[in-house]
């Protein structure tokens, strides 16, 4: 091994294109593998795919790779993992640090005023100050909930809308609570409404609407979602729905999640020309756009797999029009010979979730844009291998 990485020293940058792969793949599929590996500029870091960059300026470099089976590396892009924002976030620093005295949050109570006795004050000033913002979603004369991430506002929804014996069987004590009539509302789930993802036409303003900071910041593993309630009975049901559940929302992650929402908020209304105070949207917006714009390249050269098309619209926020680049992309293998996609692309390393589990054909993927991959530059003169991971772990000795 240590012959091979001699040729490419250390500083030498490993490039882990997952665009790029994908039109590597089909080549193979067409048995045309040799082409490839004679072709310029490829490197094979033994015991990991091969990956090569090719006339792209830039490639993708991934941290998402796993180990399987001791040697074998696998690339996940079946997760949702966000984990694309954590450069910017380490770019950061400290400025999303919180420091919490032991005294604090002791009390299960954040105010005994709200509806929402468990919501922390601090965490729905910020809540409504992003809204603003971003003119994503209107707040005033609505209802917060906050929850365990949108999953369990979710759940909360579907108890306060539903009739009062579906409510009965699961809680007894409390169907009092529960009042028929309220069907008919439709819940919104509004994670990916942010203009990273989507052209911000106007702010939505519907009964029920779900957000998370697992889809706008990136953090999920702080479990913080909120739901933007018109009808002040359906808020206090969903609150009640948490209160049996969880007994309220750690108070902690929403002062952490408040602070996060401030950064967010502050980089977008006062920008600086400086990379480190860089609006947040437009950073993780080119982020998505470049990935999408690598991945369509690669299909295209491929000619094998196929991805949805989207027309441009407006955003309000950005001030220009734009193609959504969803946080998940529906990726179709139009080979005669793949009925099954995600076997077929299991079988290069490359986890995906197949369309059938979304009641749809198999001859669909659905593969994660927003896992751990950085883009790095290449100069085209002298392409560079990179172990983003410890080398040793790689084998890139
Ligand atoms: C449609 C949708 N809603 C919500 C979420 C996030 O859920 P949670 O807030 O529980 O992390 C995701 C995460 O991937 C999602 O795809
Ligand atoms: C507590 O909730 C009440 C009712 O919503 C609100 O008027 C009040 O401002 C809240 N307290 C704080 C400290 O935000
Ligand atoms: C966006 O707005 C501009 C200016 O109003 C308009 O010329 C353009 O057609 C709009 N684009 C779309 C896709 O609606």
Not at 48 to 55: P, R, T
Not at 97 to 121: A, K, R
Not at 235 to 241: G, L, N
Request: charged share 20%.
């Amino acid at each position: 091994m240590e012959k091979i990485f001699g040729v490419l020293s250390m500083k030498h940058l490993l490039l882990v294109s997952v665009a790029l792969n994908v039109s590597l793949i089909l080549r193979v599929i067409d048995g045309s593998e040799k082409e490839i590996l004679n072709s310029e500029k490829v490197h094979v870091c033994k015991n990991m795919q091969l990956f090569l960059s090719s006339s792209s300026s830039s490639l993708f470099a991934s941290t998402g790779i796993e180990a399987q089976d001791g040697w074998e590396r696998v690339i996940n892009l079946d997760r949702g993992d966000p984990l694309m924002y954590e450069k910017y976030w380490q770019q950061m620093g400290d400025k999303t640090t919180i420091v919490i005295p032991g005294w604090q949050s002791l009390s299960y109570f954040s105010n005994v005023s709200n509806i929402c006795w468990f919501l922390e004050p601090k965490f729905a000033k910020e809540v409504v100050r992003l809204h603003k913002v971003v003119g994503n979603a209107i707040t005033k004369n609505h209802h917060i909930v906050v929850g365990t991430g949108s999953s369990q506002l979710f759940k909360a929804a579907l108890y306060a809308l539903s009739a009062n014996d579906a409510s009965k069987t699961v809680y007894p004590s409390i169907t009092d609570f529960v009042k028929s009539g309220l069907q008919g509302i439709l819940v919104h789930d509004l994670a990916y409404y942010w203009p990273q993802y989507t052209s911000i036409s106007f702010p939505a303003n519907h009964d029920l609407m779900l957000f998370t900071v697992s889809t706008i910041t990136g953090h999920a593993g702080m479990r913080i979602g909120w739901a933007i309630v018109k009808d002040k009975e359906v808020a206090k049901k969903m609150t009640k729905y948490i209160e049996l559940n969880t007994f309220g929302v750690s108070r902690d992650s929403q002062l952490r999640a408040a602070k996060v929402l401030k950064v967010v908020s502050k980089s977008c209304t006062e920008p600086s020309s400086s990379s480190e105070d860089e609006s947040f949207f437009e950073f993780s917006h080119h982020q998505l756009a470049t990935r999408w714009k690598l991945l369509r390249l690669a299909v295209q050269k491929s000619g094998q797999f196929s991805l949805p098309e989207f027309s441009p619209q407006n955003c309000t926020f950005l001030g220009r029009e734009f193609k959504p680049q969803p946080a998940f992309a529906w990726l179709k293998c139009e080979h005669q010979k793949v009925n099954d996609c995600e076997s077929f692309l299991r079988s290069k390393n490359i986890l995906t979730r197949s369309g059938k589990q979304f009641g749809f054909s198999s001859k669909y993927v659905r593969t994660s844009m927003i896992i751990a991959i950085t883009i790095v530059p290449i100069d085209d003169q002298l392409p560079k291998i990179q172990c983003l991971a410890k080398d040793d772990e790689l084998g890139c000795q």
